[in-house]
């Protein structure tokens, strides 16, 4: 018999960042060609690569923040339950920094596409990863690492 998974085993049944993700692309994608806006950027060097910046950064971040938990021999999945808690690396100084990563590429993109779209959605993104992912993420590991999670929640961000 096939026991229910807890709080302490998982955070959420649904695997919400990427989903969130990919569905904030393709609906940016998709507004960006059905009802563009104007692009309310400068279009110079600086502002161009301010833009870009957040992107490469973002994808810096990310990568960087799944190598750790790599290494660390934990879960990347955001609806499996945490095997450890993951303190190193960019998790030193934000508590979800593969979403952060996510939330810059979106504005990458925007400026890559010029795509406003992309910089309206990254701001939906940033609310709805909080409230589907992040927020049940925090219970989960306040339940499963106690004391150790509350001082950890104690000296990192959870975005910036």
Known sequence: MKSELTITDRPTAVPWPPLLLAGSIALAI???????LLWPGMGDL??????LGFGVVGMLI???????LHRERTSIMPNQGADK?????????FR????????????????????IW??????????LVTWLAILPEERHLMNKFGDK?????SHTRRWI
Do not use: C, Q
Request: charged share 15%; net charge positive.
């Open 149 to 153: 999670y509350r001082d950890y929640k």
């Open 85 to 93: 808690l993951v303190t190193r690396g960019p998790y030193a100084r």
């Open 96 to 115: 979800n920094p593969i979403y952060l990563g996510d939330a810059l590429i979106l504005l990458g993109l925007g400026e890559l596409t010029h795509n």
């Open 62 to 68: 990310m990568s960087w923040a799944i190598w750790v």
């Open 118 to 127: 992309f910089v309206i959605l990254s701001a939906v993104f940033v609310v």
């Open 30 to 36: 998709g507004l960006g060609r059905f009802f563009p």
């Open 46 to 51: 600086a502002a161009r690569t301010i833009g």
